[in-house]
């Protein structure tokens, strides 16, 4: 008998993740609150669902694709996701949440004879969209096995982190620290540059193949510099994940001096209105620090 495969969180990393899904060869019914995603996931091949708990429905595998563990919550016990499901079923989480929330979650999943698989992605929207996300995991034999289809269909990587849900969480969450410092490192660096005199996209070039380097700055300077700021990851989702890592921080006694400071300048970008703008956007709070923006220092001349 065929697993039913459903998938909740049809933005900007669930769109790519379903497509993948879909092109394995699984049939996958899904459900996102916009009406505009249903028909997007619909066009790709997939199946809208009216509701969580339609989409859940004897359900032997459940991605959760959610911005955080609130979220979360109300799908699974709100909304009646896990009253729903199959038996025996998964539910693979994929979202970045604390790892004592996704115990909590675990622990109320077996009160429905479900299991959590611990599965948090990396890659943004780039690796959704092709196929190529890094996943942390960890989770019974069982829901590897359940999930195995979805993972080899969404990831270049998945690494198995033991059976106890909450440890890929752990993972996640001290990665977020090198992804949210690196992404206001390239910001200011960009803004700095350009108050500088740089040309930008010269010093992009230079950046981005030299020593100083990182994913975030290739991925992300493109989008400050061509003022793109079409969310794909949205500037109050890092402000999630900051908090998260510096909660995680003052629960084991450690400072995280670099992590508040750039959580602190992506607070400022939400605080200016920049919120639900991509992450990039991070940028603004920098140009308006140093009264001077990136557009005007494209083409300019390097002064010596």
């Keep these: 008998m065929t ?163 909450g440890m890929a969480s752990t993972y996640k969450v001290v990665h977020q620290l090198a992804a949210g410092v690196h992404l206001v490192t390239a910001a200011e660096l960009i803004a700095l540059g350009a108050k500088a005199g740089c040309d930008v996209k010269t010093l992009f070039d230079i950046v981005s193949t030299s020593a100083g380097n990182s994913w975030m700055f290739s991925d992300r300077v493109p989008h400050m510099l061509d003022e793109d700021f079409t969310p794909r990851s949205m500037v109050d989702i890092f402000v999630k994940d900051l908090d998260l890592v510096l909660q995680t921080g003052k629960d084991l006694q450690a400072a995280l001096p670099l992590s508040s400071a750039a959580h602190q300048m992506l607070v400022a970008a939400s605080g200016m209105g920049h919120g639900k703008l991509d992450d990039s956007a991070v940028v603004k709070v920098y140009e308006a620090l140093m009264d001077h923006s990136l557009k005007s220092a494209q083409n300019s001349e390097v002064k010596s």
């Design 3 to 165: 697993a039913q495969v459903s998938l909740i969180g049809l933005g900007s990393m669930g769109q790519g993740m379903a497509r993948n899904i879909i092109g394995s060869g699984i049939t996958l019914r899904g459900y996102d609150v916009s009406l505009d995603a249903l028909t997007r996931f619909q066009s790709i091949g997939g199946s809208p669902c009216s509701s969580v708990s339609d989409a859940a429905e004897y359900c032997d595998l459940l991605v959760l694709m959610v911005v955080n563990a609130a979220q979360a919550e109300e799908v699974l016990f709100a909304q009646g996701a896990a009253k729903n499901m199959a038996k025996n079923g998964v539910v693979m989480l994929c979202s970045t949440v604390s790892p004592s929330d996704t115990r909590k979650i675990a622990a109320q999943l077996t009160s429905y004879n479900l299991v959590l698989l611990d599965a948090p992605v990396s890659g943004g929207k780039v690796g959704a969209d092709s196929g190529t996300l890094t996943v942390m995991a960890s989770g019974c034999e069982h829901a590897f096995q359940q999930a195995d289809g979805v993972l080899n269909a969404i990831s270049k990587k998945v690494h198995q982190l033991g059976i106890d849900p």
